[in-house]
């Protein structure tokens, strides 16, 4: 079975400052990873997606995220904060041939200015 | 850009009535899709449809709940008898093929779904 835990709901950071958002995998077959953010009264938007290609995966708005096996991790980062960053994102895994996506419970982003 | 359309944003519904939920895939696509997600909890797979039939169902989606195509562009989420427990945002969905990783899923801006 496969299922993703985002590590806190809530995250707040300066803007200029580092953006860590968690994410935790489990997965019983090589896993495909998303990220998709939200902002107020949107779809979900995609972020970036690991393919098993590179584990260092760079999307859009500057965010990118890494995939490492030994952590079962697929943690967002973006190096410097912007207000427009606020928003709520989501981590998703799903298997190569699967149509269903499992999502985390999301974790919202406010950025202080 | 194209993009997934739903109505309404917002419906507010009485125990026991049934409420259709409404999407507009993108056009070109061929497999569309419901989630839910609940306050608080996560976004959870409900259904994908394909050439008119369920594809892929969770144990969410009982027989409460059905999809339908009913024309060449709407893609409708019907339940039945709403309980207070079907209260969730409801997002659709819609991809060109079968497969996550190379075929991304396109989401609309969900349906927010109030059962009193």
């Known amino acids: 079975a496969q299922s993703v835990t985002q590590l806190g709901s809530h995250v707040s950071v300066s803007e200029g400052a580092l953006v860590l958002l968690r994410c935790n995998y489990s997965?019983?077959?090589?896993?495909?990873l998303f990220w998709y953010v939200q902002y107020p009264n949107q779809g979900l938007q995609l972020l970036l997606k690991?393919?098993?290609?590179?584990?260092l995966v760079k999307g859009i708005n500057g965010f990118e995220a890494e995939f490492k096996k030994s952590e079962t991790s697929f943690h967002l980062t973006k190096p410097s904060a912007h207000m427009r960053d606020a928003a709520e994102y989501f981590c998703?895994?799903?298997?190569?041939?699967?149509?269903?996506?499992?999502f985390g419970t999301g974790t919202s982003l406010t950025v202080i200015p | 850009e194209p993009e997934v359309t739903q109505t309404p944003s917002h419906q507010v519904t009485q125990m026991g009535q049934e409420v259709i939920l409404r999407c507009v895939p993108i056009?070109?696509?061929?497999?569309f899709y419901w989630y839910r997600q609940i306050l608080g909890q996560k976004v959870e797979f409900l259904v994908s449809?394909?050439?008119?039939?369920?594809?892929?169902k969770s144990e969410i989606f009982d027989d409460q709940f059905s999809v339908e195509r009913p024309d060449g562009s709407n893609f409708t989420l019907k339940i039945r008898s709403t309980k207070l427990e079907d209260s969730a945002m409801y997002f659709c969905?819609?991809?060109?093929?079968?497969?996550?990783?190379?075929?991304?899923?396109?989401f609309g801006p969900g349906t927010r779904l109030t059962v009193t």
């Open positions: 449809f394909y050439n008119n039939e369920i594809s892929e």
């Open positions: 056009s070109n696509h061929l497999y």
């Open positions: 690991y393919t098993s290609a590179a584990t």
């Open positions: 997965s019983s077959v090589p896993p495909y």
């Open positions: 969905a819609s991809s060109e093929a079968l497969g996550g990783v190379s075929y991304e899923q396109y």
């Open positions: 998703a895994v799903t298997e190569y041939t699967g149509n269903q996506f499992y």
